[in-house]
């Protein structure tokens, strides 16, 4: 599986992004989703998570209430909307999956399977 992560950018606080992760080359539907991202000079960290089929959703709790993930499969696209931008939010942002059908989530780095490139948000005070 080929995954691509779009859709950053430079947005004031209090603002909003739209991230999009699509994948191909393999059946997305096996797989389960999660964003993670890392600044700099800090480890790579979990951000939210989807299941295979999208009935379940999993958040950070720095993010939970502010950040929505979201599938479509037949787009082969995962979704990332974030409202109220904070400066700390700011950091490259990467999809990845997870071939995997439980309910539950992972929310260790180690434990999926394919990366996307990364895209960069900035979030300015």
């Known amino acids: 599986v080929q995954l691509q992560a779009f859709g950053g950018g430079l947005v004031q606080a209090r603002g909003f992004l739209r991230l999009s992760c699509a994948a191909s080359?393999?059946?997305?539907?096996?797989?389960?989703v999660g964003w993670f991202r890392q600044a700099p000079g800090d480890e790579r960290e979990f951000v939210a998570a989807?299941?295979?089929?999208?009935?379940?959703?999993y958040y950070a709790d720095s993010v939970r209430g502010r950040f929505a993930i979201s599938r479509d499969n037949r787009k082969n696209t995962v979704y990332l909307q974030m409202n109220s931008l904070k400066p700390e939010d700011t950091a490259v942002y990467y999809c990845?999956?997870?071939?995997?059908?439980?309910?539950?989530?992972?929310?260790?780095?180690?434990?999926?399977?394919?990366w996307g490139q990364g895209t960069q948000v900035t979030v300015s005070s």
């Open positions: 990845s999956c997870r071939i995997y059908f439980g309910r539950d989530y992972s929310s260790s780095p180690s434990d999926y399977d394919y």
């Open positions: 080359g393999g059946t997305f539907r096996t797989c389960a």
């Open positions: 989807i299941n295979h089929n999208g009935g379940w959703m």
